[in-house]
């Protein structure tokens, strides 16, 4: 699914008219350009089923902004309407000359490794060149707008779920510092980060055995990902295989194991005690 939306960047006549030989009034110096804008849902992933962008992240055009930059070296002129809705073709106009357009999301180009960071939080980005012409002939300009910063997905299966009947917290810790908490409730949310190092950090807790013991907690090893890619989707998923005192936990990461754990011990290397020596 894409969103499209059209906006119309016309001439104002502020300067002398001219008529052409149809005796139509034309600004002299200026010129007319459509711009198609459109955001694309697609993303790259290395997993079996396609990877889309969920419909409710996906801005529509009206809300990018636009940014409007003269690549004439002899014309300077750049200028940013915070939203393409925010664009007055009653007062706002262009030179006929070379133009950058570019669409971004939020109110001001800050590009991928500024943008905020969390769940819903997608950045993106999307520029074409185009030459504007002269008096009444129309030019047609396309800009596609597509993710920028990185996705992160945090999914468990129904057996870890019911495994870990009592829950789990995890949190993703960007290289910004920010800390995005995921649990079940929010896990399979795509959280949005600066394509930048990131670690996934966490814990569950088993069924209650009895009335008179507690539950088990236990404590993964982190995931560290250091080779994170922009407009690309990262998926984690936690899953239990052989449950019982054998238990397992296997960790994919786009598809492909990473790590297998037992789940009848301290499953984080860092916190265990060391062993007395000799």
């Known amino acids: 699914m894409k969103r499209y939306g059209i906006i119309l960047l016309a001439a104002v006549v502020l300067a002398a008219c001219a008529k052409d030989e149809g005796g139509e009034t034309r600004a002299e110096g200026y010129g007319t350009l459509v711009l198609a804008a459109r955001c694309a849902n697609a ?24 940014l409007v930059e003269s690549v004439d070296p002899e014309y300077e002129f750049s200028q940013v309407w915070p939203a393409l809705s925010a664009y007055d073709s009653q007062n706002d106009y262009l030179w006929a000359t070379h133009y950058k357009l570019s669409l971004f999301s939020g109110t001001e180009p800050v590009g991928a490794d500024l ?14 060149t185009t030459l504007v012409s002269v008096g009444l002939e129309t030019t047609h300009a396309t800009v596609t707008a597509r993710l920028a910063n990185t996705a992160m997905r945090l999914v468990f299966t129904d057996r870890f779920k019911g495994y870990f009947g009592n829950g789990a917290e995890f949190t993703l810790t960007t290289d910004a510092g920010t800390e995005i908490e995921l649990n079940y409730e929010t896990a399979e949310k795509w959280c949005y980060v600066r394509p930048a190092r990131f670690t996934l950090s966490g814990e569950a807790t088993k069924q209650t055995p009895s009335a008179t013991q507690p539950a088990q907690t236990v404590r993964f090893a982190e995931q560290v990902n250091d080779d994170v890619q922009p407009g690309k989707l ?7 295989s052989g449950i019982g005192d054998t238990g397992e936990v296997i960790i994919l990461l786009n598809d492909t194991p990473v790590r297998t754990e037992t789940t009848d011990e301290e499953l984080n290397d860092d916190a265990k005690p060391e062993e007395p020596a000799n």
């Open 43 to 66: 993303v790259t992933a290395e997993t079996r089923a396609q990877a889309q962008i969920p419909a409710e992240d996906i801005p529509t055009a009206d809300e990018l902004g636009l």
């Open 234 to 240: 990262y998926t984690y998923v936690y899953d239990v």
């Open 115 to 128: 943008a905020p960071e969390g769940i819903g939080l997608p950045y993106f980005e999307g520029s074409e």
